[in-house]
């Protein structure tokens, strides 16, 4: 079956023009610059077939976006995979990696133990899966790329899919299949994909998986997203050269049952970055000593995006002046409160409960204190929900005091206590249940 790319009709003038606009005189010159046969080339600014690697060549040496002129020219194909080969195909940017909506982190700080260990277990200890998860803001997507972008000389085949507008799994095995396989096939089947994966060493990245997990219940995928978890547990457990890599607020509970040490199914829980918080202050211009703006980013836990949104608060109200802001004593407000308004959101009444009971011992919290205090709650509902704060990085282990010195304390940080103070002084929501 022929499988060739075709300039649409209507776009032929758009091409013409391109080629003045590129400074292009003749067919000839564009088959010299391309490395591709003249008759190809007359082919292509003609509207005529050509095969797909020659047709992102000659879109590429005249930078056109290829998915706006192009047309599926595969006999006997139906509408649906026309369109999936289409789409998968012309993503294209380099033969063998496609970065679709990865961001760029050639302006990187900080996290070199975590990219020590996340290079060694993907590289090295060839991991199957690597879950990469912490709280929004936290930099899980940039980490994931700057590690991608450091190992991907270890594999034949990269590509990077963001799940933020929640594709379903059969659109994204699609168009995997496709990528991995050289436009060879169109199969939306898990099998075609783990075949490739066996054959070839592919590394997959998959960012804001929290968007296809059910608010609410910790690690549960959404109705009609349960073969994501399948998906989950077969590229885990199944022996492969492969790795993939996701990125997600919450941990799915696939991983969960999977995860282990000297196992190839790895999670990672990014923490603050004083390092990057720091950096950022100094990009933003932000005048203070080193004190104060130590303390700044301790109060934002050195959550990235979070000190990058106040610090751009800070030059535009204070200008620039970090010990003014902190004398305001007003650190939630607009950009923060939306970043965790996302996140709290998602939680079940239960958790909810929790947080405001945690917001109000900021020293911590034992699961006894708890219990003494939700007494309707049964204690393996409470343990349920502290283990899915715990998985979204809303709370974190305290160091205990000396008379509870046995005991496992949990508490919050600066910034998500004094966002759940404000929002229960607000809202007037019970603290127990």
């Known amino acids: 079956m022929s499988r060739s790319l075709r300039v649409n009709q209507g776009c032929i003038e758009q091409v013409k023009l391109a080629l003045k606009r590129n400074g292009i005189l003749s067919q000839r010159a564009l088959a010299e610059s391309a490395g591709l046969s003249l008759s190809t080339v007359s082919n292509f600014l003609t509207g005529k077939p050509v095969d797909h690697a020659s047709f992102v ?38 033969k063998h990696q496609d970065w679709g909506e990865a961001i760029d982190v050639s302006v990187f700080y900080g996290r070199s133990k975590e990219l020590a260990t ?3 277990w993907i590289a090295t200890q060839r991991c199957r899966l690597v879950a990469i998860l912490g709280m929004g803001g936290i930099g899980k997507t940039a980490i994931a790329a700057k590690v991608a972008a450091q190992v991907q000389h270890e594999f034949e085949y990269v590509i990077w899919r963001s799940l933020r507008n929640a594709p379903s799994l059969e659109t994204l095995l699609g168009n995997l299949v496709v990528f991995v396989s050289e436009f060879q096939e169109t199969a939306t089947d898990m099998r075609r994909l783990i075949h490739h994966l066996r054959s070839k060493r592919c590394l997959l990245i998959l960012d804001n998986m929290e968007a296809i997990l059910e608010p609410g219940y910790t690690g549960q995928f959404r109705n009609g997203y349960q073969g994501y978890g399948q998906l989950l547990s077969v590229i885990g457990e199944t022996a492969h050269s492969s790795c993939l890599i996701l990125t997600s607020r919450e941990k799915p509970s696939e991983i ?5 040490d000297k196992l190839p199914v790895r999670c990672l829980r990014l923490s603050g970055s004083l390092e990057a918080a720091m950096a950022l202050l100094d990009i933003k211009g932000l005048v203070g000593t080193d004190a104060q703006k130590q303390q700044l980013c301790d109060h934002y836990g050195s959550n990235p995006l979070a000190v990058k949104i106040v610090a751009t608060s800070i030059q535009e109200l204070f200008d620039g002046e970090i010990k003014v802001f902190l004398q305001q004593n007003t650190f939630v407000f607009n950009g923060i409160r939306r970043l965790l308004d996302q996140q709290f959101e ?26 003494s205090n939700m007494i309707t709650v049964p204690r393996t509902k409470l343990l349920e929900a502290l283990e899915g704060l715990r998985g979204r990085s809303l709370i974190e282990k305290a160091t205990p005091t000396l008379l509870e010195k046995q005991s496992c304390c949990y508490t919050q940080q600066i910034m998500v206590r004094e966002y759940v103070t404000e929002l229960e002084w607000h809202t007037g ?3 127990a249940l």
């Open 118 to 120: 996340l290079g060694q």
């Open 57 to 94: 060549e000659l879109c590429q040496q005249l930078a056109i976006d290829c998915e706006e002129i192009a047309q599926l020219d595969v006999a006997g194909y139906s509408k649906t995979k026309s369109k999936l080969a289409l789409t998968a195909l012309t993503r294209i940017t380099n």
């Open 346 to 371: 998602r939680l079940s009444p239960l958790e909810k409960s929790i947080m405001y009971w945690l917001a109000i011992n900021p020293e911590g919290t034992t699961i006894a204190k708890l219990e």
């Open 256 to 260: 969960a049952a999977t995860e282990g």
């Open 429 to 431: 929501e019970a603290i």
